[in-house]
Nanobody, 122 residues
């Protein structure tokens, strides 16, 4: 059974870089055809797909973040990490990591972390 757990600071200041880590158990982030995804939900709004790192280490990002986003991985720790630069209060929300088992983006988000709330405030 695949489990994912988000971790990182719950508070960030404007202009800082937000860094969140997802720790995966029960499956390898290098396993074929798995894509490791970050999704967020601002208060009162819907889910927003942010980006993904695939089993070969390739990345794809939503253009909505205007080059502020980076996703990386540490295969020795079975973790992948989100960095979001130059954050503003509009970046406040619940951040989720999830597994996508489809090569079509968002096609099969079958395992999710429980999410972590990040508040951007001075």
């Amino acid at each position: 059974q695949v489990q994912l757990q988000e971790s990182g600071p719950g508070l960030a200041k404007p202009s800082e870089t937000l860094s969140l880590t997802c720790t995966v158990s029960g499956g390898s982030i290098t396993a074929n055809w798995n894509y490791w995804t970050w999704i967020r939900q601002p208060p009162g709004k819907g889910l927003e797909w942010m980006g993904v790192i695939g089993f070969r280490g390739h990345t794809y990002y939503s253009p909505s973040f205007k080059s502020r986003i980076s996703i990386s991985r540490d295969t020795s720790k079975n973790q992948f990490t989100l960095q979001l630069r130059s954050v503003t209060p509009e970046d406040t929300g619940v951040y989720y990591c999830a597994r996508d088992s489809s090569s079509i983006v968002g096609g099969t988000l079958d395992y999710w972390g429980k999410g972590t709330l990040v508040t951007v405030s001075s």
